[in-house]
Nanobody, 116 residues
Framework: QVQLAESGGGLVQPGGSLRLSCGVS????????MGWYCQAPGKQRELVAT???????NYADSVKGRFTISRDNAKNTVYLQMDSLKPEDTAVYYC??????????WGQGTQVTVSS
């Protein structure tokens, strides 16, 4: 059984920072791609950032230069450093991983609210 545990969401003022974490536990062969998606009220879930097991990254245009995705393969953990946050970044953020031979898994989501 694979489990994803997210943490780090919360309320922050515009211009502030948050760091999201997502740890993967269970019987895991190899985690290929890890990423973060977000879903704002009334909108579809959309890509924020992804990182492959060799460190290649991909970002949504809206977060380039402000967010940084990273991973610790020894800990099966992916991080999202979110700087210069804007009110439009407010959403539920979901961790997503693709595990070789097992498929795609999602975290339960963590709320990020950017408001003064």
């Amino acid at each position: 059984q694979v489990q994803l545990a997210e943490s780090g969401g919360g309320l922050v003022q515009p211009g502030g920072s948050l760091r999201l974490s997502c740890g993967v536990s269970g019987t895991i062969f190899s985690i290929s791609k890890m990423g973060w998606y977000c879903q704002a009220p009334g909108k579809q879930r959309e890509l924020v950032a992804t990182i492959t097991n060799d460190g290649s990254t991909n970002y949504a245009d809206s977060v380039k230069g402000r967010f940084t995705i990273s991973r610790d393969n020894a800990k099966n953990t992916v991080y999202l450093q979110m700087d210069s946050l804007k009110p439009e970044d407010t959403a539920v953020y979901y961790c997503n991983v693709y595990i070789t031979t097992m498929g795609t898994y999602w975290g339960q989501g963590t709320q990020v609210t950017v408001s003064s």
